[in-house]
Structure formats: C-alpha cells, structure tokens
C-alpha cells in the first residue's frame, strides 16, 4: 500500500519536474530573445552633431545623431539652438505622444503633425495637448565641436 | 429518430442574425488564406514594405486583389464579430452557462484588432510610421515600465526595421496561432452548449442544422463574400509614399478607423497620453471580458436590463462620436506658406466666380456666406461686412490659406488637406474685400 503511494507521488514529482525541464528549454530563450530590447542596458555617450560655428544665433537648426538598432542604423533628429557661446539642445519627439516636431521659420515655433502640439523656439509649450516642454539634451563644446549626451 | 452527424438544431429563421458568427469565421478564414499568400511578396523591412506592395498590387498577377480582399476580410471579419457581439449582449446570451462563450470571443475579436492594427502598420508608408509614432508614445507614457514597454515595442531605442520584423511576427506567427486556438476552443464550448434560445420561450423554433440551416448559413456566406470581392475590387486599399524615418514625419497621421476615437481624445485633451491611449482602452476592454461577471443577474430581456444596456449604449455612443469628429477634422499641412503677399491686386478686368471655391471647399458646411441660408452656422458668417470690419486683406488671406495655423483652437479645417491656391484665394479676396 505505502509502495503504491509512493509511486504515484514518485510519478508525478517526475513528471512536473521533466516538464518543467521541457518547458525551460523552449520557453527560457524564447522569453529571452523576446525581451532582450527592454534588458539591454543603454550607456550615454558624448555624441558629435556638429560645430559651434555653422550655429547661427538663436536660429533652431536641425541636425541628426546615428543610433544603432539591431543590424541597423537609425539617425535621430534634435535641434540646436545657439545662445552666444551655449548651445541647447532640443529633442524633436513631442512629448504628447512622441510624434516628430518639426521648426516653423515663419512663425519660429516648434509645430506636432499628429495632434496639432505647438512649442515655443526653446521648447516650452505653446498650445495644444502637450503637458511638458521637449526635452532637452545634455550638450557641451569641445574645440568649437557641439556634442551631445545621448 | 435519424441519428445524424447534424443532429443538433439550430434557429429556425432566414435573417443573417444567427449567422453573424459563421460569416465572421468564414471571412477570418479567407483573411488567413490570402495572408499566407501575401507573403509570398512582402518584406518587412521599411526600405522594402512599402515598394514591395506597390509591387503586389502592380505587378504580380491578381496581386492587387489578392490585397483587396486581405484588407478587407480584416475589417470585414472584424465588423462581424463585433454586430455578432452586439446581438449576444443584446439577447443577454452572454449570461451563465455561457460565459465561457463570451470570453473566448471577447478574445477572438481582441485577436481581430490586433490583426487589423498590425495589418496597417506594416504597409512601411507615412502613415504607418505615425501609427507606430503614437504607439510607441504611449507605450512611453506608461508609469514605471514605460522605457521597456517601449524598447519591446521598437526593438530598441527607435524605431527601425526592427521593429516593422517584430510587427511582422506578431501579425502572420503570433496572432494567426492565437485565432486558431481561440476559435476552436470556442466551436468546442459553442458545440457543447448548443445554440443560444431566444430569451422568451415563445418564437423559439428550431430545425435541424442540415439541411435548413446549413442552406442558410452557405447563402449568407455567399452573400457576404460577394461583397468582399466587390470591396477588393472597387476600393482598393490604399498605399502612402514610403515612410522616411529620418523625415519630419506626416502631416496626415490619422489611424484606421477602429482607432480614430483614441486618435481624436489624444487630439482634443491635453495631456494625459497614457490615460487615454493605454487606460482608458484597457478598461473598456476588461469591461468587455468581465460583463459576465458583473453582470450576474439571471434575466436576458433587454427591457428588463436597461441599466447595462444604457451603459454600453454611451460607450457606442460616445466612441461613434468621437470617430465622426476625427473623420470630419482635417489635418492640414501647418507650414503651407501663404505664397504671395496680398497687397497686389488681382489683374484688372479678372472675374472670378467663387461659387466653384466654396463648393469645393465645402466653406457652406460651417459658415453662413452673404446671408445664404443653407450654410452652417458652425463658424462664424463670412459677409463683405464682416471682412470689412474685422480683417484686412493681408490678414484674411494668411488666415484663409494657413487654417492649422490660425485656428488651431476653432478646428476650423479644409476637406481631404487641400488648401485653395492662389487663384482660389484671389477668387475669394476680391469677393469679400472688393478689387
């Protein structure tokens, strides 16, 4: 009687633990490789986009960054705008909902496409559904070079 | 008593309301079918999605069909499950002991947005990189995890053909495995529970499925498949130019029409992305899956649940209100420049008729103009005097040709982003403010 109990349990403790081993097999790296993006780590770095002398005086002027993505590369726009020998960096991504601003001469705003989000030329909000300013990036200026923190 | 393989009987009507379910079936299956097909020639990259459907609808035999009916089995399968949804809450057939039914189904139709949602973003056009803009902004704005709801959504820190490939798992691996296994757990449980009787006991006949409703059920599916083949044909889907990720992004970024609701909430309230976009969602849809639940009385007659039936008639109400406001705004392309000053006046001796404007610009929809009584009163009249009194001519014509700028806050817009050129706006100077 106790020899029969002891089987079923015996059984059964196999059989989760053979599954379990099953299971991890497939589904450890499937997890894995499904999340990897949110796992990995991002380093900022001091980025080049450019030089302190091609900046004209408060003149927002769009340029990009490289980003690496799986095999491929992506440039990221932000804008520079140029206050005497500071330089301020703005990024392009409207911090409504992510969409790409873009910098209207005529009026010298920042303007959304997407929900019709307007910022000021130093990224404050103007009107519209944003809640915050863009954000803005680290810089510095090393032998007339602007870089970026990203 | 014949013992047949169809021994189970089923409503005893001609109406396509029993049938709603199957043709909904029917018309997944054929999405099925054609996706498999499709991607015989599609390439989830953004340097080659978009040529390569411009590809399948010119170049590969029956190619743009094949496309057609794709897109429009997606919507189709999905306009089904939800009148067949309706129909179940409706008759309060979602009740015990059929709430296993309901949940699987929710999930089927969640499955169907997810395919639909997808679907439209791997075209790799302008308007598929604003789709996954906003997704990823919401995505964002969610506390705590937002950065790696993000990054699962990108593939990474932006957004690349990374993440167009994941898209792309999603819609022909993850979701099509998902349908399968849903829909047959729900034949299973709809096989074992029988078909719903009508929730008063009187006009509830039944006849066996073979041959009555199977007859029925066949036409209807010819019916509806017809209409497929004729919406593949007369309204192809559409193809934008292809997304530039480096590019200043689209002005025209409206989603497919499941999602305008969300779109235009987003549009029209400041701030609170993530309620909106990812809440809000998320709870009518735990709403959705939990009715059951919550609501547990025993009676199905409509008139005798009036209070739940009040509740989901605002949500329908309030989300075919929003999307009828999304379909009415207009994006407008912000940087239009007004391209000449209007202090030059129109050629001497150039009569223009601006009734042609007006009709083209559908200006009579909102505004009453020189006292017509047919215009809308929306906006405000536009008269010589009130041009007279409140503009110069400068300042209407910037107006006029620049709306997203000037009025913004009004949402006055123009029909399918078309701004009046210049012959448009001499037209329109010379008639409010005289030569």
């Known amino acids: 009687m106790t020899e029969q109990v002891d089987r079923r349990t015996f059984a059964r403790k196999a059989v989760a633990a053979i599954g379990a081993a099953i299971s991890a097999v497939f589904g450890i790296p499937a997890a894995a490789t499904m999340l990897d993006p949110a796992l990995r780590s991002k380093r900022a770095r001091w980025t080049p986009v450019g030089t302190l002398s091609t900046l004209e005086e408060a003149q927002p002027q769009r340029v990009t960054y490289e980003v690496a993505v799986g095999w491929e590369k992506r440039e990221v726009p932000i804008y520079l705008i140029r206050t005497g020998q500071d330089v301020l960096a703005l990024s392009a991504k409207c911090t409504h909902a992510g969409c790409r601003v873009r910098y209207a001469d005529k009026t010298d705003q920042f303007k959304c496409p997407c929900h019709g989000g307007i910022f000021s030329s130093t990224g404050e909000v103007v009107v519209g559904p944003p809640s915050r300013p863009l954000d803005r990036l680290e810089t510095r200026v090393t032998k007339g070079r602007v870089e970026v923190r990203v | ?435």
């Not at chain 2, 798992?169 to 299973?188: D, E, N, S």
């Open chain 2, 1 to 435: 008593m014949a013992h047949t393989k169809y021994a189970f009987v089923v409503p005893d009507r001609w109406d396509p309301l029993p049938t709603l379910g199957l043709l909904a079936l029917v018309i997944a299956v054929g999405g099925l079918v054609t996706g498999i097909l499709l991607a015989f020639n599609y390439a989830p990259t953004f340097e080659a999605a978009q040529p390569s459907i411009v590809n399948i609808s010119s170049n590969v035999t029956l190619g743009g069909f094949l496309r057609g009916l794709h897109f429009w089995a997606g919507n189709f399968a999905l306009v089904l499950a939800a009148l067949h949804g309706i129909r179940v809450f409706w008759n309060g057939a979602y009740k015990a002991p059929r709430r296993a039914l309901w949940v699987v189904g929710c999930g089927i139709f969640l499955v169907l947005l997810g395919f639909a949602y997808t679907g439209y973003l791997l075209r790799g056009d302008e308007r598929a990189l604003a789709g996954i803009v906003v997704a990823d902004g919401v995505a964002s704005s969610t506390p705590v995890v937002g950065g790696a709801a993000s990054a699962l959504l990108l593939g990474g820190e932006v957004i690349s053909s990374v993440t167009l490939v994941r898209l792309y798992a999603i819609h022909t691996q993850m979701l099509p495995v998902a349908l399968v296994g849903l829909v047959l757990a729900f034949l299973w449980l709809w096989r074992r529970a029988g078909p719903a009787r009508a929730h008063t006991d009187a006009s509830d006949d039944t006849a066996p499925a073979w041959p009555r409703a199977i007859l029925r059920d066949t036409v209807w599916a010819g019916v509806v498949v017809t209409l497929l083949a004729v919406f593949a044909v007369a309204l192809p889907p559409e193809i934008g130019p292809k997304a530039d990720l480096g590019g200043p992004g689209s002005p025209d970024a409206q989603p497919e029409w499941f999602f305008l609701w969300v779109n235009q909430l987003l549009h029209r309230v400041d701030g609170m992305t993530f309620l909106i976009g990812g809440l809000l969602p998320g709870l009518l849809v735990g709403l959705m899956f939990g009715l059951p639940f919550i609501a547990r009385g025993k009676e199905r007659a409509p008139r005798r649940r009036i209070p739940e039936i009040a509740i989901a008639l605002l949500v329908l109400l309030g989300i075919g209100g929003l999307t009828a406001a999304a379909l009415n705004r207009e994006h407008v392309e912000h940087e239009t420049e007004a391209e000449q000053p209007a202090d030059t006046a129109p050629e001497a001796g150039a009569e223009f008729d601006i009734a042609p404007v007006l009709k083209k610009f559908r200006c009579a929809q909102c505004h009453t103009i020189d006292g017509d009584e047919d215009g809308g009163d929306t906006g405000p009249a536009l008269n010589r005097k009130v041009f007279g009194e409140l503009y110069t001519r400068k300042y209407f014509r910037l107006k006029v040709s620049n709306p997203g700028e000037f009025w913004e806050d009004t949402g006055m817009s123009y029909p399918r982003n078309r701004l009046p050129n210049d012959e448009e706006l001499d037209a329109l100077t010379e008639h409010f403010f005289g030569k």
